[in-house]
């Protein structure tokens, strides 16, 4: 899932009269993108809930008797997966129920995110667009590589670059609480190993839930939509508040340290980050570290423009950096996924 916030324009000299006729509202058009978009999703993120929820379901194979049986072998299996899971869905209605429910806790997870980021905007009069959600194919983990939203006017001051970048995971954090304890109290007891199967570890987050209401978490205990959303919005906020490039932990650092700091810690980050990649694919035989790694160095290509004001942040920002941090480290885990 690619970062939530979408390049910065550089700075250029503007005056608070021309940011405040930026700030009008959305068009009818641009509601209609948005819904559609939120719309496509909301269907692809409900065919991965069934997904996760169902249990294997047989598929017929295509013939391969031809050179185009063999050309269009993929797509068609692919889509024939697809009508197979949904045809299951409709005669199990218990699976579409899970598959809703892991849909509209996860879309909830990521419109606070984006939300966050959106108001700040509005409130320092910066131009944004509403959030882009990305649909993903349907039978992808999560059924959507996340969302963002397009700031189309400079940041007038570091103060607001600090609101702005930070005010999206810690919102979506916040509407991730709820759906993480649900998710923890419905984990079921342990199944027995099947030889070849994908572990999800779970965050710190999810294991301070569990020791707190004392329950036990097993890497073999079937999942619920409410854990699988609550485990993608941890990895997502994780993902968010990288501190490189303009990812919102970029935003958050280049606000504390300014270019010089940011532009180290991003380097910093990017080799530690490239060092737990290859360490989860030797000993957790899986590629995902390297998703981190291609994204951070995107990112590490991308020039974060300097604010026109680098005013004092203040010990109430100070405080809310400091939970941000901890935020952080309780949704970081270095190998989310092991694969058996």
């Given at each position: 899932m690619s970062e939530s916030i979408r390049a910065i324009q550089p700075y250029v000299e503007i005056n608070a009269d021309s940011?405040?006729?930026?700030?009008?509202?959305?068009?009818?058009?641009?509601?209609?993108?948005?819904?559609?978009?939120?719309?496509?999703?909301?269907?692809?993120?409900?065919?991965?809930?069934?997904?996760?929820?169902?249990?294997?379901?047989?598929?017929?194979?295509?013939?391969?008797?031809?050179?185009?049986?063999?050309?269009?072998?993929?797509?068609?299996?692919?889509?024939?997966?697809?009508?197979?899971?949904?045809?299951?869905?409709?005669?199990?209605?218990?699976?579409?129920?899970?598959?809703?429910?892991f849909s509209a806790t996860l879309l909830a997870i990521l419109t606070a995110h984006e939300m966050g980021h959106y108001l700040a905007c509005r409130r320092y009069s910066v131009n944004a667009t509403l959030p882009f959600f990305i649909p993903a194919p349907p039978?992808?983990?999560?059924?959507?590589?996340?969302?963002?939203?397009?700031?189309?006017?400079?940041?007038?001051?570091?103060?607001?670059?600090?609101?702005?970048?930070?005010?999206?995971?810690?919102?979506?954090?916040?509407?991730?609480?709820?759906?993480?304890?649900?998710?923890?109290?419905?984990?079921?007891?342990?199944?027995?190993?099947?030889?070849?199967?994908?572990?999800?570890?779970?965050?710190?987050?999810?294991?301070?839930?569990?020791?707190?209401?004392?329950?036990?978490?097993?890497?073999?205990?079937?999942?619920?939509?409410?854990?699988?959303?609550?485990?993608?919005?941890?990895?997502?906020?994780?993902?968010?508040?990288?501190?490189?490039?303009?990812?919102?932990?970029?935003?958050?650092?280049f606000a504390f340290f300014g270019q010089p700091g940011h532009k180290f810690i991003g380097r910093v980050a990017f080799v530690v980050m490239v060092v737990i990649g290859v360490l989860g694919f030797v000993w957790h035989g899986s590629p995902s570290g390297f998703v981190y790694i291609l994204l951070l160095a995107i990112m590490l290509k991308v020039r974060h423009p300097q604010p026109q004001e680098m005013e004092p942040l203040g010990r109430k920002r100070l405080l809310v950096g400091a939970i941000t941090v901890l935020v952080f480290a309780l949704s970081f885990w270095p190998f989310p996924i092991t694969i058996t």
């Open positions: 940011l405040m006729s930026e700030s009008d509202r959305p068009t009818l058009r641009a509601w209609m993108v948005h819904s559609l978009l939120f719309f496509v999703t909301l269907l692809t993120t409900t065919f991965a809930g069934i997904l996760n929820a169902a249990p294997e379901i047989p598929v017929p194979q295509p013939p391969l008797t031809t050179a185009v049986d063999y050309l269009f072998y993929v797509p068609i299996y692919y889509s024939r997966t697809i009508g197979a899971l949904f045809h299951f869905a409709i005669l199990n209605p218990h699976f579409l129920t899970a598959g809703l429910t039978l992808f983990l999560a059924g959507t590589f996340g969302a963002f939203i397009k700031i189309k006017s400079p940041i007038p001051t570091r103060q607001a670059l600090f609101d702005i970048g930070l005010a999206g995971p810690l919102a979506g954090f916040v509407a991730l609480i709820p759906v993480a304890v649900i998710g923890v109290l419905n984990i079921g007891p342990p199944l027995a190993a099947t030889g070849h199967e994908i572990i999800f570890n779970d965050p710190p987050f999810l294991r301070l839930i569990a020791w707190t209401l004392r329950v036990q978490l097993d890497p073999h205990s079937p999942t619920n939509p409410c854990y699988m959303a609550a485990w993608i919005g941890l990895l997502v906020t994780s993902l968010n508040l990288m501190p490189v490039g303009q990812l919102d932990g970029g935003h958050g650092v």
